[in-house]
């Protein structure tokens, strides 16, 4: 299908690479819901609308199943059928394994994969009646190789790598597309404060040799919301960080 014209709804989207997909959809003629956990700012819609499509902001959080439900009823109330979500939003909490607490394992996951579960399985409901719709969830290259202070995020992302294919598996039929995202080293807020030793170091495993952009990120989305026969997938954006034979 081709994106303009479609409403498409990203988690996490006040921010980083889900402020920048916002920006990416609109501007291939996409209507956008954008999505945080607090407030969404006029400045930012007004942005998004500038580009001559429909905008509009659902708070919530994506954690708990009944907020989770109401966001995806505000927004097909105020804009209509949403055509593709992305469930973009996560959190990290990094610490080594002995020091993580309970509660640090289960919070990640809690966001990360139970969140993704909340919004997916509440808007597949709407999109198998309509027998149409995509799906895009965002992993990382750490739920494919893992990352040492990273065992919970790993978790998470690994386990949105396994709901996105069984999830994909059951509603093919439908019509309906979930593929994942794993993204690799991406210049965010969260890598702006690392120091340049560190950066270097991590561009020495990357074949590209340096970090990807936000926008590296949202055109692969751009494509996988129009892609028809493509399902099932992770497609890693990572600079050849990690290669699978």
């Known amino acids: 299908m081709t994106i303009k014209g479609k409403n498409v709804l990203i988690t996490g989207s006040t921010r980083g690479i889900g402020r920048t997909m916002a920006v990416e959809f609109a501007k291939a003629g996409a209507n956008v819901v954008v999505n945080g956990r607090s407030e969404i700012s006029e400045e930012f819609l007004n942005e998004l609308t500038s580009y001559g499509v429909k905008a509009i902001g659902v708070s919530g959080d994506i954690s708990d199943f009944t907020s989770a439900g109401e966001m995806i009823a505000q927004a097909e109330s105020e804009l209509g059928a949403i055509d593709v979500l992305i469930n973009n939003a996560g959190i990290t909490n990094d610490k080594l394994l002995l020091r993580m607490s309970q509660e640090d394992f289960e919070k990640i996951l809690q966001i990360n994969l139970v969140g993704t579960f909340n919004m997916t399985q509440q808007m597949v409901k709407l999109m198998m009646k309509r027998r149409s719709g995509a799906i895009i969830n965002l992993s990382s ?42 993204p690799g080293f991406i210049e965010t807020e969260m890598t702006a404060v690392l120091s340049e030793k560190i950066k270097e170091q991590m561009n020495a495993t990357i074949p590209m040799k340096r970090f990807g952009t936000t926008e590296d990120v949202a055109e692969v989305a751009l494509f996988l919301a129009q892609a028809k026969y493509i399902t099932g997938q992770v497609l890693n954006v990572d600079g050849g960080l990690v290669m699978q034979g």
Not at 153 to 171: L, N, P, Q
Request: charged share 10%.
């Open 141 to 182: 290259v750490v739920g494919l190789i893992g990352n040492v202070g990273q065992a919970n995020y790993a978790a998470s992302k690994a386990g949105v790598i396994g709901f996105t294919k069984s999830v994909a598996r059951e509603v093919a039929t439908r019509g309906i597309t979930v593929n994942a995202i794993a």
